[in-house]
């Protein structure tokens, strides 16, 4: 069913590999059909006989009540190009977030790559963090990649998305292309090479600085700008994959946009990390008290949660929607834990054997708190 006996076009984009058609009608069809051309020009925009698949509706007139009637039918509906023009892009947006999940990792964030080499600096962060303005100003002197979303493939390949981009803090101001904001096109063939968290300073000078976070830090500030994360095979694994790729990720505190623009030609002139060695596997309470589990007691054992993953001794657990940072020795109860369950004992004279006597207090207390507390946040449970 059509929105309108007025003309009707359809523009079909890619976006994240996905292709989303928009369909228009009102009086004003082919004038927004047009401007939909000019500016989704660089995600194979072209016009085709018919909305299929995933689809947005669109409406632009001059009337009230037309407007009115096509927004109750879940179109986006406004009297002109400019004020939809935000619009349409979030709508295409989800449309292709909703079409890769399971299977593309897709963050939260902005993205420019060196245009000779493909290698990209993210950066990550939510609404209100200036990564839209940050991509604008960056995107003057190396590739466009996206102002929006970031998606990677299970190989780390980095999918291009250069959308249009809103021009002002108001986004009824409408978007724009990036051909006419005169941003540099980004190579074909892209990968990760730097992550940066965005942390925005409004007030005072603030000159960029970087602070290193440790895998699990990071992989819990990413999982807050996944989308769709949950759905994803070993998400938390998927997220450590993308930190050893570029070797560390960065918060960088900033005021002004182009105070990044020697951050990012830094971060671009660093070579590739070299391939890390892989982790030996830590021992389990099996193999350290050489006996089976568990003995005489109330036991533990490792709650159902979505992942867990370790690195450098630290860990992250998946549960449901939430991902919870674990300190050394709560990870290592964990692992220890393995698949099997253990009394407090059990654990105390395990890691005993591993550490050997804590500082201050005994172990079995150690143990005790630490067990408590992974019990209340869902991560254990009692057998």
């Known amino acids: 069913m059509t929105l309108s006996a007025s003309p009707r076009h359809v523009v079909a984009v890619t976006a994240l590999g996905t292709e989303v058609h928009v369909e228009v009608s009102g009086a004003h069809a082919d004038a927004v059909a047009t401007d939909l051309l000019r500016a989704w020009s660089r995600c194979d925009a072209r016009r085709v006989d018919d909305a299929q698949g995933r689809s947005v509706r669109v409406l632009v007139d001059d009337d009230p009540a037309a407007v009115e009637q096509a927004a109750a039918r879940g179109a986006i509906a406004g009297p002109s190009a400019a004020v939809v023009g935000d619009q349409v892009a979030l709508a295409v947006t989800l449309q292709a977030i909703e079409a890769n999940e399971g299977d593309l990792l897709m963050l939260r964030a902005a993205a420019v ?25 960056l995107a003057r002197h190396f590739g466009y990649v996206t102002d929006d979303t970031v998606a990677l493939t299970a190989t780390l390949d980095l999918l291009a998305y250069p959308k249009p981009l809103v021009t002002g803090d108001d986004p009824a101001q409408g978007t724009q292309s ?20 965005l942390e925005r300073h409004t007030e005072g000078y603030v000159p960029p600085v970087l602070t290193e976070l440790t895998t699990a830090e990071a992989v819990a500030h990413l999982s807050g700008n996944a989308s769709y994360l949950r759905s994803l095979d070993k998400p938390l694994h998927r997220l450590a994959a993308l930190v050893e790729e570029v070797g560390v990720v960065q918060r960088v505190d900033y005021r002004e946009a182009d105070d990044l623009v020697a951050v990012t030609q830094q971060l671009l002139n660093h070579p590739l990390s070299a391939e890390a060695e892989p982790e030996p596997p830590e021992p389990t309470i099996t193999e350290l008290l050489g006996r089976g589990t568990a003995g005489d007691g109330p036991s533990v054992r490792r709650a159902d949660f979505v992942d867990f993953h370790v690195s450098d001794g630290a860990g992250t657990v998946m549960l449901g929607e939430t991902v919870v940072a674990l300190s050394y020795l709560a990870t290592r109860v964990l692992t220890l834990l393995g698949d099997g369950s253990a009394t407090l004992d059990e654990l105390a004279e395990a890691l005993l054997l591993e550490l050997g006597e804590p500082e201050s207090g005994d172990a079995t207390s150690l143990v005790r708190t630490h067990v408590d507390d992974l019990v209340e946040v869902g991560v254990l449970t009692r057998v």
């Open 113 to 137: 790559a060196d245009p000779a080499t493909g290698r990209a600096v993210v950066l990550v962060g939510p609404a209100g963090s200036g990564r839209s303005t940050a991509a604008r100003t």
């Open 178 to 197: 990036p051909d006419d904001l005169g941003l540099r096109e980004a190579p074909d063939t892209l990968r990760p090479a730097a992550v940066l968290l």
